[in-house]
């Protein structure tokens, strides 16, 4: 008589092995890449579908936007030059690399700048409620644990923020600071030049630190809560608008 036990297990077994094999010798076509099994935990969609937890097998997956870009720059070392030495690894999963590849395929290609040469892994930055940081001199982005969530597309286009500032010409960064408030001021007391943000008009206080970082906020919110930035700061969405908005195939909510 037929061990039925027996013939499941075999098949389970030759399942595995097939899964390991495939892992390293599965070839995809060109607008595909490997994804190596791994388990997924369950999830809601943006349209409410709950997708279960499961184990997802070795296979070949279509690339979305900006694939190769992100793909390319995945790294498992610390960042060349990281100076928060007391920040430690975390390794990747393959959840989170899909995780982040759906972000960058949300996002518009005047993001990707060759600048950007790797992206990381750390598990917590040293300072509070920090989900991601960069270090332009190496071209490090850094994603920390508490950056994989619903608002990792939005940490994701920030940090690229950085990276998109860096490279306006000085003329760009002079007609940013000029048409949202930033002003020099020169201090006849101590002979020193102040830079001096605009009185209102931040969708976040962070933007208030300095010109770059309130462009990388503005950008995250250009994309991400259009409605809320033209409200709020309609001189840096005008500026964006003009600059990059025929090159946006991000879905924004124009109003």
């Not at 020169?186 to 030049?193: C, E, L, M, P, R």
Request: glycine content about 6%; some cysteine.
């Amino acid at each position: 008589m037929i061990n039925q036990k027996h013939i499941k297990s075999t098949f389970a077994l030759l399942f595995v092995c097939f899964a390991i094999f495939c892992n390293s010798a599965c070839a995809c076509a060109p607008d595909e890449y490997p994804v190596r099994s791994h388990f997924r935990k369950g999830y809601y969609k943006k349209n409410g579908t709950y997708y279960s937890e499961t184990t997802v097998v070795s296979s070949c997956k279509k690339k979305r936007p900006n694939h190769d870009f992100a793909y390319e720059r995945f790294k498992t070392l610390q960042p060349p030059g990281w100076p928060h030495r007391g920040e430690s690894l975390s390794s990747w999963t393959e959840r989170q690399k899909e995780d982040v590849l759906d972000a960058f395929a949300t996002l518009p290609l005047y993001l990707m700048k060759g600048t950007v040469r790797g992206i990381y892994r750390l598990k917590r930055s040293k300072y509070p409620n920090n989900p991601g940081a960069s270090l332009l001199e190496s071209g490090a982005i850094v994603l920390y644990d508490d950056a994989f969530g619903p608002k990792l597309p939005r940490i994701v286009a920030h940090e690229l923020a950085h990276f998109l500032y860096s490279g306006l010409s000085l003329e760009d960064k002079d007609s940013y600071e000029k048409a949202t408030g930033w002003k020099y001021n020169y201090n006849i007391k101590d002979h020193k030049v102040y830079l001096e943000h605009r009185d209102i008009g931040f969708v976040s206080e962070n933007a208030k630190n300095n010109p770059e970082e309130d462009f990388c906020v503005n950008v995250e919110f250009y994309l991400f809560d259009n409605a809320q930035l033209k409200k709020t700061t309609p001189t840096a969405f005008s500026w964006i608008e003009k600059q990059f908005g025929q090159n946006t195939n991000q879905q924004r909510d124009k109003k």
